[in-house]
């Protein structure tokens, strides 16, 4: 069975980092797109970021400069590296294989304050 647990989140000024990590037990995630995706209270899940096998990166225009996805495939790890924080960003984090029918994790809550 697949799990996938978020962790590294926690409570920041705006204009700080943090970074996030998604770690994978039950299988090898170096051949899938990896994402992350965010939902703030009262909303809905939104990609934030994705990462495909070979590297490859693309981002949420609101991501864009700030954030930074990357993968170690020998931790079987994924990374969400967040700079210059902002209030908007304050959400609850999650990652997954885009499109699959993994079952979302318990994700790391992020809050920036102003």
């Not at 590294?8 to 705006?14: D, F, I, K, S």
């Not at 996805?69 to 924080?85: E, F, G, P």
């Not at 959400?91 to 885009?98: G, K």
Request: with cysteine; net charge positive.
């Amino acid at each position: 069975q697949v799990r996938l647990v978020e962790s590294g989140g926690g409570l920041v000024q705006a204009g700080g980092s943090l970074r996030l990590s998604c770690a994978a037990s039950g299988a090898r995630l170096n051949i899938y797109t990896m994402a992350w995706y965010r939902q703030a209270p009262g909303g809905q899940r939104e990609l934030v970021a994705r990462i495909t096998s070979g590297g490859s990166t693309n981002y949420a225009d609101s991501a864009k400069g700030r954030f930074t996805i990357s993968r170690d495939n020998a931790k079987n790890t994924v990374y969400l590296q967040m700079n210059s924080l902002k209030p908007e960003d304050t959400a609850v984090y999650y990652c997954n294989i885009p499109l699959s029918t993994l079952p979302w994790g318990q994700g790391t809550q992020v809050t920036v304050s102003s």
